[in-house]
């Protein structure tokens, strides 16, 4: 904030004694103005660079409050030449204001973008192997239920050939 300080005090107090003539405007240090401006504007909202822009023309109103004293400058001049230069700055720090709020927007869309494909491929992969876990146990159950299917069958032709035998017996025995 110094360093921005710094040029408006010396074009305005430094030099008292070669001012221009009544009824011409001082130079402007509008570049370090400008320059600060794009920094306030570009990490923080517009709410601030009006701040910052209203800051900037009550310290050149104080500035120039020296020159109209010194009488190189009409009150007028003194008021509206830092105006003009004030409006632009602000109509600046409003676009670069927005430009920056629709950068800062478009950046969240893209993580929550990049959050939503994290789930999405999350949800694939549980398909995935909720697929192949399917499909395992589905092979595994038929193997199963056809072993067990065989097993009867071959169990009810045990229990036939022992309950043949046993006819047998009974009927040698009896």
Not at 9 to 14: K, Q
């Amino acid at each position: 904030m110094i360093a921005t300080v710094a040029p408006i005090f010396e074009n305005h107090l430094g030099n008292l004694d070669q001012l221009p003539a009544s009824g011409a405007e001082p130079r402007q240090a509008v570049l370090p103005l400008l320059i600060a401006l794009c920094i306030v504007a570009w990490q923080y909202d517009f709410r601030s660079v009006l701040i910052f822009c209203g800051g900037a023309y009550g310290l050149s109103g104080a500035l120039n409050f020296q020159i109209v004293r010194a009488g190189a400058m009409t009150p007028g001049t003194a008021i509206f030449a830092p105006l003009g230069a004030l409006v632009v700055l602000a109509i600046i720090g409003y676009a670069i204001t927005r430009i920056m709020q629709t950068q800062r927007d478009l950046r969240a869309q893209i993580a929550q973008h990049a959050i939503i494909r994290e789930q999405l491929a999350a949800s694939h992969e549980r398909n995935r192997l909720a697929r192949e876990l399917h499909d395992t146990l589905a092979h595994t159950l038929s193997a199963i239920a056809v072993q067990l299917e065989a097993a009867a069958a071959i169990n009810l032709n045990i229990y036939a050939f022992f309950s043949l035998k046993n006819l047998d017996k009974n009927e040698i025995g009896a």
